[in-house]
């Protein structure tokens, strides 16, 4: 087995592998070789980076020492400070290079979809649908990611049936993967005559965006059907036939857009999202091909599966996973997420370094 120097010392090797490479000139004429390298290039100088400072520190905490033992008096006092500061610092430089040489999930830096749809509750799931969609929107501006509307479908009390956004940014998939899920909120909904508290739900789900050099779609699997949009109630929102619905015949996965008064745009937009949901079945098959696939991200939608709860009442958000509460509701729909994503990201950290005997 490896020592850890071993280790770095071969990714160091591979980095400067992959800098030559992508100085090649046929590579930019690669989109999917320059797109991996690109990708390559960047997680193995991240830890390459974190080394260097822990070699750095190192040196710093030897030299230290040897300045200490060799010291008097006030001289001596102020390389036993420089003693403890670097002895402070390496074990937090060693956990974040550690946390570096984890396995990298396959759809690190890539853009995310993000579906939402009311589930359990009826018209209040559709209204807890759009305030969902209104939080994710704020969240993107915070981080400063770009959000698309790739489709919108109002409900008939001002809610949403339905919603797919994309979002474009390096960390988008990072921090947005663990909103997958199924939403609970307990509230006294608008069309609530005696004011009790109900409980609604809407799932979230998150997908990978796939470019078409990840999937490869023949266009003689696919089945395209043109009709009229409608929207709340049913009622024709558009006089042509603009509507698009996709059905992928080998896998019977089925995309309906109809966002757009055009039905190209229509079109384009549901084979972004067949694409990606394309690649998703594909890795889910790839894990279960290595015995770890995971339950799946929406289960039924029944309240009984929540990931989170949104409680109005006691303005109160507890996330189920990791057992974490606080009494920020208003913050929280605002689009202040962070709280919850950096402890569901250090969660998930702490049992990847138990799975691969750190501690």
């Known amino acids: 087995m490896r020592s850890l120097d071993e280790t770095l010392h071969a990714l160091e090797d591979e980095l400067r592998s992959v800098e030559s490479a992508l100085s090649q000139p046929d590579v930019a004429s690669d989109l999917t070789r320059l797109r991996d390298l690109s990708r390559r290039h960047k997680q193995l100088a991240e830890i390459n980076a974190a080394w260097l400072v822990l070699k750095s520190a190192q040196a710093d905490l030897a030299t230290a020492k040897e300045m200490f033992n060799e010291s008097s008096g006030d001289d001596r006092e102020l390389w036993r400070a420089e003693v403890n500061d670097c002895e402070a610092r390496i074990p937090e430089l060693e956990l974040t ?4 040489l984890l396995p990298r999930d ?23 649908a759009g305030d969902l969609a209104d939080m994710y929107r704020r969240y993107a501006a915070l981080r ?61 789900s998150i997908l990978p965006e796939a470019e078409e050099v990840d999937v490869a779609i023949d266009l003689s699997e696919l089945k395209i059907d043109v009709y009229r949009s409608s929207g709340p109630g049913g009622q024709s929102v558009n006089t042509t036939d603009s509507a698009v619905r996709i059905t992928h015949l080998p896998t019977g996965i089925v995309v309906s857009m109809q966002d757009e008064k055009s039905q190209i745009q229509n079109r384009v937009k549901a084979l ?24 799946s991200q929406l289960g039924g939608g029944g309240r ?29 729909l605002a689009g202040d997420l962070d709280a919850f994503i950096d402890a569901l990201l250090a969660d998930q950290r702490t049992r990847q370094l138990a799975e691969s005997g750190g501690n």
């Open 304 to 332: 009984s599966e929540k990931i989170r709860t949104y409680n109005f009442k006691e303005n109160r958000v507890t996330d189920h996973r990791i057992n974490l509460t606080n009494y920020t509701l208003d913050a929280v």
């Open 272 to 295: 972004t999202v067949l694409r990606s949901r394309l690649l998703k079945a594909a890795q889910d098959a790839q894990a279960a091909e290595l015995g770890d696939l995971k339950r």
């Open 144 to 204: 400063g990611w770009k959000l698309e509307v790739i489709e919108e479908r109002p409900s008939d009390h001002g809610g949403l049936d339905e919603a797919t956004y994309l979002i474009k940014g390096d960390d988008a998939w990072t921090r947005m993967a663990h909103e997958a899920g199924v939403h609970r909120v307990q509230r006294v909904p608008v069309t609530e005559a005696k004011g009790r508290v109900h409980t609604s739900s809407a799932t979230v």
């Open 97 to 100: 290079l550690e946390e570096l």
């Open 106 to 128: 396959p759809n690190e830096g890539r853009n995310v979809l993000v579906e939402i749809r009311g589930a359990e509750g009826g018209e209040e799931a559709n209204l807890f």
